[in-house]
C-alpha cells in the first residue's frame, strides 16, 4: 500500500499550501484587516484569498468549456454524415457556449460584489 508522504509531489499538493486559522493583521499604514496565513508563512487578506481561489476555479472552468466546445466540432467533423452525431455534436457545442456564459456572469457578479464591498483591493 502506498502512502501520501511516499509520493512527495502528492504530498506537496495536499499539504504545502493549508490555511491556518484566521489573524488579526496590519498593512504599512496600521490599518487592521482580518488575514490567512498559510504554511508557507505568508500572510494574504482573506478577500485576496478568495479572489485567487475564484480566478483559478473560473479560469478551469472556461478551460473545460473550450475543450468541451472543440470535443462536440470534432464529433461534428468526423460523423460522415451520420445525424445522431452531428446532433450531438451540436448540443455540446451549445451547452459549452452556455456553460461559459454561465461562468463568466458569476465571475464578473462576483468580482464586480467584491470590488464594491472591499473598496478596490481585489
Known sequence: ????????????????FTAYA?????DLNGVEYRCVTINTGVRIP????????LGFASGSA???????FLVGAAQITISHGD???IDNGKKMMI???VGLAIILSAYAIVRTVLYFLYEGSV
Do not use: D, H
Request: proline content about 2%; overall charge positive; charged content about 10%.
Open 62 to 68: 472556461v478551460g473545460i468549456c473550450t475543450l468541451l
Open 95 to 97: 451547452s459549452a457556449l
Open 22 to 26: 484566521q489573524e488579526r493583521c496590519f
Open 83 to 85: 445525424q445522431t452525431k
Open 1 to 16: 500500500m502506498v502512502y501520501y508522504t511516499e509520493m512527495p509531489l502528492l504530498r506537496f499538493l495536499l499539504f504545502s
Open 46 to 53: 482573506w478577500v485576496q484569498a478568495f479572489s485567487n481561489v
